[in-house]
């Protein structure tokens, strides 16, 4: 870890506002992109009208995955702004542009009364919520790791848990409402008001990151801007990228299992209780958030790869094992689904640290996003869909454990390639200039 000049080795309390402020932010926005798919049946009533209602609910879910596919190319777009004029000016336009459209899409009239102009309104919010995806995460963890750079790993962990806490959000609005309203009403107007809610607290969050400072390696670094950051990341750190993929891979496609396939799955497959699965979901994202936490704490002080070779080590030994638990159809998912999460802890705790660290400074925000969406859409996108394929080619119903079991092993392969000492972001500043 390193130290500034004064010899101290933590952060001042501008820096861990700043942290916290940029993380914020990062919460919000996943508020705003999930909270589509938990409404996805009362939106597909409302703008996709069909005889059909699975048809319906098809095409809602096929906007849903619109802002999954956005997101590399909103990456690309918004990096290159980012490493060029600066992590801040990204970080405001995104932020703005995400609530504005979260709050339209609560505030859009239904198909009954802009007929196709509804329809298609509603897609291009969600298309742009998507680019906007793209570039926020991968400028939170550039942001943090270059304005926290005395503790990065700790940083990283706040933003992811931050992420965390925005999903577990959008999961108890989405409890509140099904308690206070009848059926009817949340079909009719219940839905939007969770969206006008993301919307009012993003644009709150909008109006406190203007106070953000730009980080001082890219303020140190700005007359050295590569001119084509993407271009550049893809003619000289195409190892770096592929890398960066690999460091991704058990997080991306762990948490595209749990909260995208686990809740349907453990549902329609092996017949849960759909409150108990509620539930214990969200025992289980505040279980992960706990954990990778702490896991980011140490990754500041022990090597980071060292902690995701525990978690790839752990899962590679035991989701065999406990999706034969839960197939059985009588697991206590209060105790499982917990255990799981806090077994990919050290995964979610240490890849945004290692992956930063894998790109220069001029480059860093474009390399980090390449990297990260890339492996999420791949993954997190495409992962619930062959965990289907999977249960239905064998007829074996713990089979999406295999998924986690190699994406585990991928993050193993990955972490012992590594070099062994911590990415020192602020160190290799002056190499990297």
């Given at each position: 870890?390193t130290?500034?000049?004064?010899?101290?080795?933590?952060?001042t309390?501008?820096?861990?506002?700043?942290?916290?402020?940029?993380?914020?932010?990062?919460?919000?926005?996943?508020?705003?992109?999930?909270?589509?798919?938990?409404?996805?049946?009362?939106?597909?009533?409302?703008?996709?009208?069909?005889?059909?209602?699975?048809?319906?609910?098809?095409?809602?879910?096929?906007?849903?995955?619109?802002?999954?596919?956005?997101?590399?190319?909103?990456?690309?777009v918004?990096?290159?702004?980012?490493?060029?004029?600066?992590?801040?000016?990204?970080?405001?336009?995104?932020?703005?542009?995400?609530?504005?459209?979260?709050?339209?899409?609560?505030?859009?009239?239904?198909?009954?009364?802009?007929?196709?102009?509804?329809?298609?309104?509603?897609?291009?919010?969600?298309?742009?919520?998507?680019?906007?995806?793209?570039?926020?995460?991968?400028?939170?963890?550039?942001?943090?790791?270059?304005?926290?750079?005395?503790?990065?790993?700790?940083?990283?962990?706040?933003v992811?848990?931050?992420?965390?806490?925005?999903?577990?959000?959008?999961?108890?609005?989405?409890?509140?409402?099904?308690?206070?309203?009848?059926p009817?009403?949340?079909?009719?107007?219940?839905?939007?008001i969770?969206?006008?809610?993301?919307?009012?607290?993003?644009?709150?969050?909008?109006?406190?990151?203007?106070?953000?400072?730009?980080?001082?390696?890219?303020?140190?670094?700005?007359?050295?801007?590569?001119?084509?950051?993407?271009?550049?990341?893809l003619?000289?750190?195409r190892?770096?990228?592929?890398?960066g993929?690999?460091?991704?891979?058990?997080?991306?496609?762990?948490?595209?299992?749990?909260?995208?396939?686990?809740?349907?799955y453990?549902?329609?497959?092996?017949?849960?209780?759909?409150q108990?699965?509620?539930?214990?979901?969200?025992?289980?994202?505040?279980?992960?958030?706990?954990?990778?936490?702490?896991?980011?704490?140490?990754?500041?002080?022990?090597p980071?790869?060292?902690?995701?070779?525990?978690?790839?080590?752990?899962?590679?030994?035991?989701?065999?094992?406990?999706?034969?638990?839960?197939?059985?159809?009588?697991?206590?998912?209060?105790?499982?689904?917990?255990?799981?999460?806090?077994?990919?802890?050290?995964?979610?705790?240490?890849?945004?640290?290692?992956?930063a660290?894998?790109?220069?400074?001029?480059?860093?925000f474009?390399?980090?996003?390449?990297?990260?969406n890339?492996?999420?859409?791949?993954?997190?996108?495409?992962?619930?869909?062959?965990?289907?394929?999977?249960?239905?080619?064998?007829g074996w119903?713990?089979?999406?454990?295999?998924?986690?079991?190699?994406?585990a092993?991928?993050?193993?392969?990955?972490?012992?390639r590594?070099?062994?000492?911590?990415?020192?972001?602020?160190?290799?500043?002056?190499?990297?200039?």
């Open positions: 870890m130290q500034d000049a004064a010899g101290g080795s933590d952060l309390r501008r820096q861990w506002m700043m942290t916290v402020l940029a993380s914020l932010g990062g919460g919000l926005e996943y508020y705003d992109f999930i909270v589509y798919g938990i409404f996805a049946k009362d939106i597909a009533a409302a703008f996709f009208p069909a005889s059909d209602p699975v048809a319906s609910l098809t095409l809602s879910l096929a906007v849903f995955a619109v802002g999954y596919l956005a997101r590399p190319l909103g990456g690309m918004l990096s290159h702004f980012g490493d060029r004029s600066g992590r801040k000016t990204v970080f405001v336009v995104t932020v703005f542009t995400m609530s504005a459209c979260t709050l339209g899409m609560g505030l859009v009239p239904p198909y009954a009364s802009w007929g196709v102009a509804a329809t298609l309104l509603l897609v291009t919010l969600r298309f742009v919520q998507g680019l906007c995806i793209g570039g926020e995460l991968p400028g939170a963890i550039t942001f943090v790791v270059e304005t926290a750079a005395l503790r990065p790993g700790f940083a990283c962990g706040i992811f848990c931050l992420v965390n806490s925005g999903v577990l959000l959008a999961a108890l609005v989405n409890l509140a409402l099904q308690s206070w309203l009848p009817a009403a949340m079909a009719d107007y219940g839905w939007r969770a969206f006008v809610l993301g919307g009012v607290l993003g644009l709150v969050s909008f109006w406190l990151r203007r106070t953000l400072e730009e980080t001082p390696e890219f303020l140190r670094l700005r007359h050295m801007a590569a001119r084509s950051p993407v271009g550049e990341v003619r000289l750190h190892r770096a990228v592929l890398t993929i690999g460091i991704v891979a058990l997080t991306a496609g762990f948490n595209g299992l749990l909260f995208a396939h686990m809740p349907a453990l549902g329609q497959v092996l017949h849960y209780e759909r108990t699965i509620a539930l214990a979901m969200n025992v289980a994202l505040l279980a992960m958030s706990a954990s990778l936490l702490a896991a980011s704490w140490f990754a500041d002080r022990i980071p790869r060292r902690l995701m070779q525990a978690s790839a080590l752990l899962l590679l030994v035991a989701v065999l094992p406990i999706y034969q638990v839960l197939a059985r159809g009588n697991a206590n998912l209060f105790l499982v689904l917990p255990l799981l999460t806090v077994a990919v802890a050290g995964a979610n705790g240490s890849f945004a640290y290692l992956l660290g894998l790109f220069p400074t001029r480059v860093r474009s390399g980090v996003a390449l990297s990260l890339l492996g999420f859409t791949l993954l997190s996108g495409l992962g619930p869909l062959a965990a289907n394929a999977l249960v239905g080619a064998t119903l713990a089979a999406p454990g295999l998924l986690i079991a190699a994406v092993l991928v993050g193993l392969l990955t972490a012992w590594l070099g062994d000492r911590p990415a020192e972001i602020a160190a290799a500043v002056p190499a990297s200039g």
